[in-house]
T-cell receptor, first 111, second 114 residues
């Protein structure tokens, strides 16, 4: 399974944009890039996913590099409720039932 | 509201006892999953089921068993054979199989075995 690399932790101030990077240099052509986040003592929550094009939804934006070897999750205005561990996950089209979680990025948001 | 229910939130057991964790969903999802999470780590897949009466082992199935007699229910039994059962257990489901679709997670059960 293709691996992702994320920084262990990041910090942001409230109301500021946050860019969470993810490297996935061994990504294959049919791998989807998924992002989940996990608040303390809760189950993970789906955030966004994409294949090649940049994606936007009500929670965040996903910017995918042209070569697809990296991507960035963008929170446009961080709030205290965005403090969580963010996981970048590749989903193989032929192994669709597995979500391979790494250790993610712990985002701290300061008031 | 539709969602996934896991009960109880906290569970304490003595070593050597089997324990069953409940997972129920009313999302009409076909596929259901069990994950385990240890402190500071990501989630690891224990078992998953794509249809009723069928399930497959994940990466760490040893010491666990599951059943899928109903579409909405996927209970996990942690047996006495599981060497390190203390962990946070998460159940998930998805309506459609495929890399394009997201998984929905329950709130989790924190199991402590002493």
């Amino acid at each position: 399974d293709a691996k992702t690399t994320q920084p262990n932790s990041m910090e942001s101030n409230e109301e500021e944009p946050v860019h969470l990077p993810c490297n996935h240099s061994t990504i294959s052509g049919t791998d989807y890039i998924h992002w989940y986040r996990q608040l303390p003592s809760q189950g993970p929550e789906y955030v966004i996913h994409g294949l090649t094009s940049n994606v936007n939804n009500r929670m965040a934006s996903l910017a995918i590099a042209e070569d697809r070897k990296s991507s960035t999750l963008i929170l446009h205005r961080a709030t205290l409720r965005d403090a969580a561990v963010y996981y970048c996950i590749l989903r193989r089209s032929y192994n669709t039932d597995k979500l391979i979680f790494g250790t993610g990025t712990r985002l701290q948001v300061f008031p | 509201d539709g969602g996934i229910t896991q009960s109880p939130k906290y569970l304490f057991r003595k070593e050597g006892q089997n324990v069953t964790l409940s997972c129920e969903q009313n999302l009409n999802h076909d596929a259901m999953y069990w994950y385990r999470q240890d402190p500071g780590q990501g989630l690891r897949l224990i078992y998953y089921s794509q249809i009723v009466n069928d399930f497959q082992k994940g990466d760490i199935a040893e010491g666990y068993s599951v059943s899928r007699e109903k579409k909405e229910s996927f209970p996990l039994t942690v047996t006495s054979a599981q060497k390190n059962p203390t962990a946070f257990y998460l159940c998930a489901s998805t309506g459609l199989a495929g890399a394009r679709y997201e998984q929905y997670f329950g709130p989790g059960t924190r199991l402590t075995v002493t």
